[in-house]
T-cell receptor, first 111, second 117 residues
Framework: GDSVTQMEGPVTLSEEAFLTINCTYTATGYPSLFWYVQYPGEGLQLLLKATKADDKGSNKGFEATYRKETTSFHLEKGSVQVSDSAVYFCALRGSASKIIFGSGTRLSIRP | EAGVAQSPRYKIIEKRQSVAFWCNPI?????LYWYQQILGQGPKLLIQ????????DSQLPKDRFSAERLKGVDSTLKIQPAKLEDSAVYLCASSLDLMGGQSYEQYFGPGTRLTVT
């Protein structure tokens, strides 16, 4: 069945560092791919998405590119801030229209 | 626009007791989802409603879990009897999705944290 594997955390970085959180997927067909973020004490929010190969999703300085050849959707940000501290989930929506989430990566940014 | 509302936010019960969670989706959203998020894991879909009909309940442990969505708006999720492994955050989400149509973004509520002792 469809599945998502993402980089285990926690990840701790200093402010202004470069961020990469790896995500790979297994799915039949052509899934849509998502990154969700969960800030402390808040609900899950959609951060960005891509619906077809080579699409780049971007929001709040974060980017991820849908790479079909490597079945990946890695999350990147050039310069992280303390306010980016959160748990990040990679997810896909496949042919069954159900969203499958990865296990989440906790990110902590040091001032 | 008001978001997805859930209550209670926290609940502590003993095993074998029963518990119910309530969700009020965003107004006009046809589809409602209940997810279970165990600590350290991603959310797992328990049940999906389209209006007041069930679309997918393949991962709902039906011997102890039940859910309903009366009048296609609010929904309740019940666990009876609870087990220790039911300790988790229960998330409700809603979307505009209509059967066979375009898939829209899911909006999540803040969740209910259940602790079973």
């Amino acid at each position: 069945g469809d599945s998502v594997t993402q980089m285990e955390g926690p990840v701790t970085l200093s402010e202004e560092a470069f961020l990469t959180i790896n995500c790979t997927y297994t799915a039949t067909g052509y899934p849509s791919l998502f990154w969700y973020v969960q800030y402390p004490g808040e609900g899950l929010q959609l951060l960005l998405k891509a619906t077809k190969a080579d699409d780049k999703g971007s929001n709040k300085g974060f980017e991820a590119t849908y790479r079909k050849e490597t079945t990946s959707f890695h999350l990147e940000k050039g310069s992280v801030q303390v306010s980016d501290s959160a748990v990040y989930f990679c997810a896909l929506r496949g042919s069954a229209s159900k969203i499958i989430f990865g296990s989440g990566t906790r990110l902590s940014i040091r001032p | 626009e008001a978001g997805v509302a859930q209550s209670p936010r926290y609940k502590i019960i003993e095993k074998r007791q029963s518990v119910a969670f309530w969700c009020n989706p965003i107004s006009g959203h046809a589809t409602l989802y209940w997810y279970q998020q165990i600590l350290g894991q991603g959310p797992k879909l328990l049940i999906q409603f389209q209006n007041n009909g069930v679309v997918d309940d393949s991962q709902l442990p039906k011997d102890r879990f039940s859910a309903e969505r009366l009048k296609g708006v609010d929904s309740t999720l019940k666990i009876q009897p609870a087990k220790l492994e039911d300790s988790a955050v229960y998330l409700c989400a809603s979307s505009l999705d209509l059967m066979g149509g375009q898939s829209y973004e899911q909006y999540f509520g803040p969740g209910t944290r259940l602790t079973v002792t």
